[in-house]
């Protein structure tokens, strides 16, 4: 079965980056055709959609965060990564990773949050 888990600060100064990763078990980040995802849920509201990096290394990302986010991986770790920089207190958020199979994501790491305070 496949299993993620994030993993990074708990806390972020205003203006610095956030920086978390998640760590894949059960299956590799490199297998055709999964994708994989972060996805963030602010306090009170709903999912939103930050980016994904397909099994052959492509990136994506939310336009209205494309210029701050960046997402990478470590293939000997089995591990993908999300930066996002110039954080402010409305970043405040549980992160997710998650795994996407066609339109579907099917696996989700159990989030963790990052509160963004100086």
């Known amino acids: 079965q496949v299993q993620l888990q994030e993993s990074g600060p708990g806390l972020v100064k205003p203006s610095q980056t956030l920086s978390l990763t998640c760590t894949v078990s059960g299956g590799s980040i490199t297998t055709s055709y999964y994708a994989w995802s972060w996805i963030r849920q602010p306090p009170g509201k709903g999912l939103e959609w930050m980016g994904v990096?397909?099994?052959?290394?492509?990136?994506y990302y939310s336009p209205s965060l494309k210029s701050r986010t960046s997402i990478s991986r470590d293939t000997s770790k089995n591990q993908f990564s999300l930066q996002l920089s110039s954080v402010a207190p409305e970043d405040t958020a549980v992160y997710y990773c998650?795994?996407?199979?066609?339109?579907?994501?099917?696996?989700w790491g159990k989030g963790t949050l990052v509160t963004v305070s100086s």
């Open positions: 990096i397909v099994y052959d290394g492509s990136t």
């Open positions: 998650a795994r996407r199979q066609a339109m579907c994501m099917d696996y």
